[in-house]
């Protein structure tokens, strides 16, 4: 593949980047500010990897030519021959690594990969036993932003009857909490005995995962004659301070249908902010879903689909083995990834994306 097209677009795109940060009006347009920004930093770090290959080839190219020039006439330099061939050999080493780097480099960027991320995790068919697998995945990925350092912020969370959840939503900020998150999409199906099975038969239950990268006021703009908002007491265990305040919030959005309930906070305003901004991600979520369908090379394999009907994992108890179908990997250590123990399959999965998009870039290359 020659990169040189493609960086020479990329250089040029980043002056032109470089000469709108300069311009005095460009922050009266906030939303335009932080989208050219952003493109900026990243075209930035682009370029690095760029010209770190760039003078790894010409320092090749000037080491080859040192060696055959060493090499002619009846007395070669034997030293200078010892130490170009070291060199040339240690650059040509170097160089399939460098230009890995630059074809990931060169894919195009997925905009949400910066933004924080909403996690939504409902109990699905199983009954309390569902309600129990999504309480160990809402633990699991709990672990998971405690060991990538990621802040969580509870949203929204609903108690089963017999323990567990029946869904909770909550908030993950931190770098990379979407670009990983968003494999977590789908259903995931658990295989074990109930704590309340008398007869030890195994239950297949199953609990839908929801990764949504969040949205600000200035991707999704809501009209306020959109939006019906109810406050009522909130619900939870008797006795707790929650239930002496109306601080629950619903939010019907009229044009969608879409509705949102947030009672987590004993704060009316809290919940009605986060409220909103569950709202404001699933809308963002819906448009990007719905822009995606007008066109025909949409990718739609299963890595990254994240649709809920796609069974992407199943935890199997009595075989102590977790196996995602997408990729058909499984690792044999249940306690240990629910203790946030998945990074190997999300790096697996992200491998998995970045080799489809590069297959997919150097076939529309071939094409032009």
């Known amino acids: ?31 335009k500010a932080k989208g050219i920004t952003r493109e900026h930093s990243r075209l930035k770090n682009v370029l690095a990897i760029c ?6 080839v ?6 080859e030519e040192l060696l055959a020039e060493s090499s002619k006439g009846a007395n070669p330099d034997a030293d200078m021959i010892a130490m170009a061939t070291e060199e040339v050999n240690r650059l040509r080493a170097e160089l399939p690594g460098q230009e890995e780097a630059v074809r990931v480099a060169l894919l195009p960027p997925d905009d949400n990969d910066d933004r924080n991320t909403i996690v939504e995790i409902r109990a699905g068919t199983g009954g309390d036993e569902a309600a129990l ?8 990925y709990t672990r998971y932003a405690e060991k990538k350092g990621w802040k969580q912020e509870v949203h929204e969370i609903s108690p089963g009857e017999m323990g567990g959840v ?16 968003r494999f977590e999409s789908g259903v995931h199906r658990v295989q074990r005995v109930p704590a309340t099975e008398t007869q030890g038969r195994i239950h297949t239950s199953a609990a839908t995962v929801a990764v949504l990268p969040e949205a600000e006021e200035v991707d999704i703009q809501i009209k306020a004659d959109d939006l019906r908002i109810e406050v009522c007491r909130s619900g939870g265990p008797g006795g707790q301070g929650v239930n002496t305040t109306d601080s629950a919030v619903q939010i019907l959005h009229i044009p969608t249908g879409l509705i949102v309930r947030c009672q987590d906070g004993r704060s009316q305003i ?22 995606a369908e007008k066109y025909a090379e949409n990718r739609r394999s299963q890595i990254g689909g994240g649709e809920r009907s796609d069974k992407i994992r199943t935890y199997n108890f009595p075989q102590n083995r977790i196996t995602d179908h997408r990729i058909n990997e499984s690792m044999f250590d249940i306690p240990g990834f629910l203790e ?29």
Do not use: C
């Open 1 to 31: 593949m020659d990169f040189r097209p493609h960086i020479a677009s990329i250089r040029t795109r980043y002056a032109t980047l470089e000469n709108d940060l300069s311009s005095p009006d460009l922050y009266s347009d906030p939303a």
């Open 51 to 56: 010209e770190g290959w760039e003078r790894t």
């Open 58 to 63: 010409k320092e090749l190219a000037e080491a």
């Open 133 to 140: 697998f999504a309480a160990d995945l809402y633990r699991m």
């Open 166 to 181: 029946k869904e909770v939503i909550f908030l993950l900020t931190g770098e990379g909490a979407y670009r990983e998150m």
């Open 270 to 291: 809290k919940n009605r902010e986060k409220a909103l901004s569950v709202l404001r991600s699933r809308l963002l979520k819906k448009k990007q879903d719905e822009e």
């Open 340 to 368: 946030g123990g998945l990074e190997p399959f999300i790096k697996e999965l992200i491998r998995v994306d970045i080799q489809e998009r590069l297959q997919a870039l150097n076939d529309n290359v071939a094409k032009a």
